[in-house]
């Protein structure tokens, strides 16, 4: 016999109510739980703040309210970036501590592996930060919804600066897994279509979090590009940036760079930071006081006394994602919260209202582009930046439903 039920049964012993009424009073008020899954220790840079980021809006939600009239608790758990470990996890928080749904991952295939266990088990998942389009699109289904902007749309974004420039031959570097081969699949049928004339000379697909970069600037700079278009990240994206510095790999040549402004990767460069590349990211320093993203940046500094990061931002909104849909179904029911993600609207987030599109389950959220730049105390940022919505970026809706296994 579970505490709970030990417990309902002593109250209903001294009251006069029936231990059913009372477990339907606990559940009243008992926490609404989710499964939180992520590489914690293994992509700290990024977990650590996303997990603050999720902290900082449950404080809020359940300051307010909570859902239904009930807490939101977040219960982490962390699978070492482990597929296997991951659906283990999964499993134990839906059955054993009360998860009524999923969040969460970093890495694509830890989040296709959650999400194919989520559509086998018909648990409602939202894969806050995989990248790879596969997730909505060739491998999806109807219990997996993305929060991160698709990589097509980020990969189009850069491509469509791209084709302004002269720039003819190009060379891709990317980490060899599902994100990867997919933004530099993106890109190339992007820019190819932008522009025809384009070449692609090399490509180069170091092992993830394992990369040879001596080796990779070299291959690189004999492939004699016009311009090259960067997918790593993390520590592979500093070594990158190291090795191709010192060898001379970015003089003279455009570079383009998948997620490399978002400060948990730009940050640490410090005053290596390189100057000049157009890149994806997230410029929480630029935001205005008085607008939402400046808002959700000082709570986040008065909270944690540090600056946030792109992925604050993600945890941020991923709370509010599930916070919003379980308003919306009333109940903390699966085939409820499933379809109250479809065509779920958020008015009001630190980057204006989101969108989940039925059509493949996928956010609205856009993409912070812009070019990279020292400022003055010597830190890499990103200037001449804009917000760009995905919508014009996506392929066609008859593209989507082409690419989506039927239901």
């Known amino acids: 016999m579970t505490l709970l039920r030990r417990t309902v049964l002593a109250l209903a012993a001294a009251t006069a109510l029936t231990p059913t009424t009372l477990l339907a009073q606990v559940a009243d008020t008992a926490p609404i739980k989710i499964g939180e899954i ?17 902290e900082l809006a449950v404080s809020e939600i359940n300051a307010g309210g909570g859902v239904l009239g009930r807490p939101l608790e977040f219960i982490f758990r962390d699978d070492q970036g482990d597929p296997a470990e991951a659906v283990r996890i999964a499993e134990e928080l839906m059955t054993r501590d009360g998860a009524v749904m999923l969040t ?20 409602v998942y939202l894969a806050s930060e995989p990248l790879a389009d596969t997730l ?5 289904n109807p219990y997996t919804f993305r929060l991160r902007t698709s990589t097509w749309v980020q990969a189009a974004m850069l491509a469509e600066q791209a084709a302004s420039t002269d720039a003819i031959r190009y060379a891709t570097i990317a980490p060899n897994y599902a994100y990867g081969t997919e933004a530099v699949e993106a890109f190339k049928a992007n820019l190819k279509r932008l522009k025809p004339d384009v070449e692609f000379v090399a490509e180069q697909w170091p092992p ?20 090259i278009y960067n997918v790593t990240f993390g520590t592979d994206l500093a070594k ?8 001379g790999l970015f003089d003279g ?3 383009y760079g998948l997620l490399t402004g978002e400060p948990e990767y730009f940050e640490p460069l410090g005053d ?3 100057e000049g590349w157009f890149v994806t990211g997230y410029p929480w320093y630029d935001f205005a006081e008085d607008t939402p993203g400046g808002a959700f940046v000082a709570a986040y500094e008065e909270k944690f006394g540090e600056t946030p990061k792109n992925g604050s931002n993600v945890g941020y909104l991923t709370a509010l994602s599930v916070a919003a849909a379980i308003e919306r179904a009333g109940s903390t029911e699966t085939e409820a919260i499933r379809a109250a993600f479809e065509d779920l609207e958020i ?10 599109r039925a059509l493949d389950n996928q956010s609205t959220l856009g993409a912070f582009v812009g070019t990279t730049a020292l400022n003055d105390a010597g830190e890499g940022v990103m200037v001449d930046w804009s917000y760009k919505e995905p919508a014009p970026y996506m392929p066609s809706d008859d593209e989507i439903r082409a690419m989506r296994p039927a239901e």
């Open 253 to 255: 040549r455009d570079v």
């Open 208 to 227: 993830l979090f394992n990369i040879d970069a001596g080796a990779e600037a070299q291959a690189l700079e004999r492939a004699k590009p016009d311009a």
């Open 38 to 54: 992520n590489h914690f220790k293994r992509l700290a840079a990024f977990a650590d703040p996303y997990r603050k980021g999720i």
């Open 272 to 274: 290596e930071a390189p």
């Open 347 to 356: 008015p009001d987030t630190p980057i204006g209202p989101l969108h989940y």
């Open 136 to 140: 909505v699109w060739g491998s999806g």
């Open 104 to 123: 969460g991952t970093i890495l694509s295939n830890v989040g296709l592996a959650i999400s194919s266990f989520a559509a086998e088990k018909h648990y």
């Open 240 to 247: 990158l940036v190291r090795e191709g510095t010192d060898r």
